[in-house]
């Protein structure tokens, strides 16, 4: 009869606890380099989507004038444009677009020059684009 101690190794099954915090150290040194710039992309890949959707809502500035038979007039912006009850250019909370110049916006769908440069929460620079008189076409900047 033999001993337990004695049994040949290719007869044990399952993993020695060394092996096993060898393995989850490694994981978790892989997800900790991995990790950081999964965030980083996410917040890039949001702070892209914010930036598209602000510029489509930009060029139905408009048909907003027009429908609501209202010039519109922007000079900065900290905050949503609504008019009446209705956001019609939306404004992420804590970013700011600025218009060098005033963008004006005639009840004809007519639209001054501007130069629109939106800014994030942190203070960069997430987007710069051209407004086009007189068919309100917008454009990205370069």
């Known amino acids: 009869m033999q001993s337990r101690h004695c049994v040949p190794l290719r007869l044990r099954a399952g993993f020695t606890l060394l092996e096993m915090l060898v393995v989850l150290t490694l ?19 949001e702070q892209q989507f914010r930036v598209d959707e602000y510029r489509a809502s930009l060029t139905q500035l408009p048909r907003w004038a027009m429908v609501r038979n209202e010039a519109i007039r922007l000079d900065a912006q900290s905050e949503s444009l609504i008019l009446g009850d209705q956001v019609v250019l939306d404004l992420p909370e804590g970013w700011r677009a600025v218009f060098d110049p005033p963008l004006r916006i005639s009840t004809t769908q007519i639209c001054s020059s501007s130069a629109v440069k939106l800014w994030n929460a942190s203070g960069e620079l997430a987007g710069s684009y051209s407004v086009i008189a007189p068919d309100c076409r917008v454009e990205i900047a370069e």
């Open 27 to 45: 994981m978790g040194l892989l997800i900790g380099m991995v990790a950081p710039s999964y965030i980083n992309r996410l917040d890039a890949t």
